[in-house]
């Protein structure tokens, strides 16, 4: 009996190493499973006529076999694959589960009086990804606060790389433009196209399946609604399939980074697909806000400084208000405008609201002040 850590690796084996595309990939995961072909290892032992048969698809199967060859042959010793993949950033099935389920941010303010006369003192990355969690929460609602968390720093982390480019501080390809994304569905956020490792659940006895959502696209054009030909159709409609339409970001930067030298077309797919994981945004978060007081309200002793906790509590009650204004513009548009053309019309709010400085690598990184008065300012007036 397959257990899901068994299927999920498959998974990834057909979509990433083999290049189905992920639809397709699903789909034949059941076909092996019946086959007792359950991992690149026994799929490379196995001959191409058994594999075709468990497949129905000759081109598919050959492609299948190469590339459990192909991967076998490069697979480095468990020791060395043991020490690579403590050092990565892994997506642990249980674990992480039930580590997300406890991530929090603080409690939103939303006391208008209050975010009126507030200034708060930040970077522009935090600040971006701050906005683009609440933002989440509108254009996908269905996300979990770990997933948007996850998907936020993967923009985040996009929108750095591409400045630091035009800066001229990094010059090389993208993971993504050296295909290290392929097969892997998107999701499109804040103009960027993030790829996407869902967090659905495989039962033994069922079909892998996946559900639409309105901000998802596949590389093989995968529609919902049309899985294939009418015969397909027939055999993904099981009472008792499992899936969610929840999602982890993939930090492609991190996979490419684990290949290792000989065959790095992909790393080795019995571990854990790296990802962005929500501890960290949420980190970033909490560390990177300040209150800006006035002179007078500074501490009246020389030299006096916050305690430690004075000085966490402080962060956290700045991350709070800046939610809460964000929050209060988010929602007044909500009602009115789709997902998609909230999401369309945010990256113009970001940058009326970013702190200004200076320009060129100068700027890279410095701080600023935000004031939460110009965030409430552009929510949508009810008349």
């Given at each position: 009996m397959s257990t899901k850590e068994e299927l999920e690796a498959l998974l990834r084996f057909l979509s990433q190493d083999a290049k189905l595309p992920l639809a397709t990939a699903m789909r034949k995961v059941k076909?092996?499973?019946?086959?007792?072909?359950?991992?690149?290892?026994?799929?490379?032992?196995t001959?191409?006529?058994?594999?075709e048969r468990a497949i129905s698809d000759s081109k598919?199967?050959?492609?299948?076999?190469n590339a459990a060859k192909h991967q076998t042959k490069k697979r480095p010793s468990d020791s060395t694959s043991a020490e690579s993949s403590s050092k990565r950033t892994e997506l642990s099935g249980s674990s992480m589960q039930t580590t997300s389920n406890s991530i929090t941010l603080p409690s939103s303010i939303h006391d208008t009086t209050i975010l009126s006369s507030t200034t708060i003192i930040t970077n522009r990355a935090p600040?971006?990804?701050?906005?683009?969690?609440?933002?989440?929460?509108?254009?996908?609602?269905?996300?979990?606060?770990?997933?948007?968390?996850?998907?936020?720093?993967?923009?985040?982390?996009?929108?750095?790389?591409?400045?630091?480019i035009s800066l001229g501080l990094e010059g090389s390809k993208s993971a993504e433009e050296e295909g290290w994304g392929q097969g892997q569905p998107l999701v499109k956020i804040m103009r960027r196209e993030v790829r996407v490792l869902r967090r659905y659940y495989l039962e033994e006895q069922d079909t892998p399946s996946f559900a639409s959502s309105a901000t998802l696209s596949d590389d093989s054009k995968y529609d919902d609604t049309k899985n294939g030909s009418d015969d397909e159709q027939d055999t993904m409609k099981v009472p008792k399939a499992v899936y969610e339409t929840t999602?982890?970001?993939?930090?492609l930067e991190a996979l490419r980074s684990s290949a290792k030298s000989g065959w790095v077309e992909r790393p080795d797919t019995t571990t854990a697909l790296p990802i962005y994981t929500?501890?960290?945004a949420r980190s970033y978060l909490l560390k990177s806000f300040s209150i800006a007081h006035e002179p007078s309200a500074e501490p009246q002793i020389k030299g006096s400084k916050l305690t430690a906790s004075a000085l966490i509590a402080e962060k956290e009650r700045a991350l709070a208000l800046l939610l809460g204004a964000l929050e209060i513009l988010f929602s007044s548009w909500a009602s009115v405008l789709s997902a998609e053309d909230l999401d369309s019309r945010s990256w113009g709010w970001y940058v009326q609201i970013r702190p200004e400085v200076q320009?060129?690598?100068n700027g890279w990184g410095q701080k600023g002040g935000v004031k939460l008065s110009d965030i409430l300012k552009l929510k949508r007036e009810v008349k």
């Open positions: 076909d092996l499973q019946k086959a007792d072909l359950t991992s690149s290892l026994e799929i490379s032992r001959d191409l006529k058994t594999l598919i199967a050959k492609q299948v076999h600040l971006f990804l701050a906005f683009t969690v609440t933002l989440l929460k509108y254009t996908m609602p269905l996300q979990p606060l770990s997933s948007r968390l996850s998907l936020a720093q993967a923009v985040v982390s996009m929108n750095s790389r591409s400045k630091a999602f982890w970001a993939l930090d929500p501890q960290f320009s060129g690598p």
